[in-house]
C-alpha cells in the first residue's frame, strides 16, 4: 500500500520536477553569461568529466562517499549502524533500520562538495580565504560534476536494491532527479549570488504549477459535465 501511494506521490511530483530542470535549464544559462565568474566552476566540470570519459572513472572514491552519506543520514534519523564495507565497486552498510532518505540520501546529495564547503568555512576562520575563491569554484565544479556523473551511470548500469527498498523505481527517479535539481539550483545560488535569483524561480515554478492545475482541475470538471448531462 506504501508502494501504491508513493508512486501516486511520484505521479504528482513528475511534472513539478520538469519544471524545475526547466528552471535549472534558465539558471545555468544565466551563470553561463556571467562568464568571466563562473569559468573555474566550469573548468571542474569540464576537467572532471575528460577525466572520467578518458581515463579513470574514480569508482572507489564514489563507492566511499555513498556507502558514508547513507551512514550519516542513518546517523541524523537516529538509526544505529553495525557495520560499513567499501570496496573497489561495491559496497554496504548494515543498520537497525532504515527509511526513504537514508536509501536515497547518496543520489542527490553532492558528499565531496559538501566536504569541500566544510573545509572552506572551517579555514576561513582562520584566514581570509578570498584570494582562493577561483580554486574553490573549481572543486564545486569539479565534485559536482563527479556527483552527477557517477549518479547517473550507478542509476542507469546498475539494478540498484536502493530504488526498490526506497518505495519503486519510479518514484525513486523522480525524487532523485527532482532532489538533485533542487540541490543544484542551491549551489549556484551560493557561488553565484548575483547571477541567480532563487526566489524568483521558486516563484515562477509554483505559478506554472499552479496555472497547470487549473488547466487539468478545469478539464476534469468538463468532462464530468459531458458524462453526466
Request: aromatic share 14%; net charge positive; with cysteine.
Amino acid at each position: 500500500m506504501a508502494k501504491f501511494f508513493k508512486f501516486l506521490l511520484a505521479l504528482i511530483l513528475l511534472p513539478i520536477t520538469l519544471l524545475v530542470v526547466m528552471e535549472d535549464g534558465r539558471i545555468l544559462l544565466g551563470v553561463l553569461e556571467h562568464l568571466s565568474a563562473a569559468i573555474s566552476f566550469i573548468l571542474g566540470v569540464a576537467v572532471y568529466a575528460a577525466i572520467h570519459y578518458r581515463y579513470y572513472n574514480f569508482s572507489r572514491m564514489y563507492v566511499f562517499i555513498h556507502e558514508i552519506t547513507h551512514a550519516v543520514a542513518a546517523i541524523l534519523c537516529g538509526i544505529r549502524i553495525k557495520d560499513v564495507h567499501i570496496g573497489k565497486e561495491s559496497g554496504y552498510v548494515k543498520m537497525s533500520r532504515t527509511n526513504t532518505f537514508v536509501v536515497l540520501a547518496p543520489y542527490f546529495v553532492p558528499g565531496y562538495v559538501v566536504l569541500v564547503a566544510m573545509l572552506y568555512l572551517l579555514l576561513n576562520f582562520f584566514a581570509d580565504l578570498t584570494p582562493y575563491r577561483q580554486l574553490v569554484l573549481f572543486s564545486i565544479g569539479f565534485f559536482m560534476a563527479f556527483h552527477f556523473i557517477q549518479t547517473f551511470h550507478t542509476l542507469w548500469e546498475a539494478d540498484q536494491p536502493d530504488l526498490k527498498l526506497a518505495g519503486g523505481k519510479f518514484f525513486s527517479c523522480v525524487s532523485i532527479v527532482l532532489a538533485n535539481m533542487l540541490v543544484l539550483a542551491i549551489v549556484l545560488k551560493i557561488l553565484f549570488p548575483q547571477a541567480v535569483d532563487l526566489y524568483g524561480s521558486v516563484r515562477q515554478v509554483i505559478q506554472q504549477t499552479g496555472t497547470g492545475a487549473r488547466i487539468i482541475v478545469n478539464y476534469i470538471l468538463e468532462k464530468s459535465k459531458e458524462l453526466f448531462t
